[in-house]
């Protein structure tokens, strides 16, 4: 298996990875479609986060219980808690990701920070953005991408046979 670089969040339909607190309880009541966890959690090498998200979350592993390598890219990894299975890191982004391809062994690993995928998509290095958009507007919060004055970056839709088909969502605002 030749593993990819994903971009993988769940986002409000705003564009939100995480609201104005850090937590996530705006995800609390909703579902994700059956066996997503397992498909994702089979193919993943290693993952890739920023050290806000990481001291967020400190004891959050991806799927739960995954146990494989965790790559925290920091400023100032003197400082960090020291966690089974987490390496801090301090370098450029391309450094760490070829230091967590390397640990993924072949699989796939997962970009769980929004300002490190934004580099790493500047830089060419992300393969696909995985996106589970849940049925909720935040208002305000960490973006998933943000890049004021940038350039549009074109992406292919790979769900179909039409890569520039747009993607059609229908939701009802719940009513007290």
Known sequence: MSGKVLWHFSMSLDGFVDGREPGMAWLSDVTGPPDV??????????????????????????????????????????DARPQ????????????????????????NVEVHSADIGRQLLEHGLIDQIDLHVAPVLLG?????????????????????????????????????
């Open 37 to 78: 966890e397992e498909a994702y959690s089979s193919q993943l090498g290693a993952v890739l986060g920023g050290r806000n998200g990481h001291d967020a979350y400190p004891d959050a592993m991806p799927y739960g219980d995954w146990q494989g390598p965790v790559f925290i890219l920091t400023h100032h990894p003197e």
């Open 84 to 107: 089974e299975h987490v390496t801090f890191l301090s370098c450029d982004v391309g450094e760490a990701l070829r230091i967590a391809i390397e640990a993924a062994d072949g699989k």
């Open 140 to 176: 305000d919060g960490i973006r998933l991408y943000e890049n004021p004055g940038g350039e549009p970056i074109r992406l292919h839709n790979l769900i179909g046979d039409d890569p520039h088909l747009e993607v059609d969502l229908r939701y009802a605002p719940v009513r007290p």
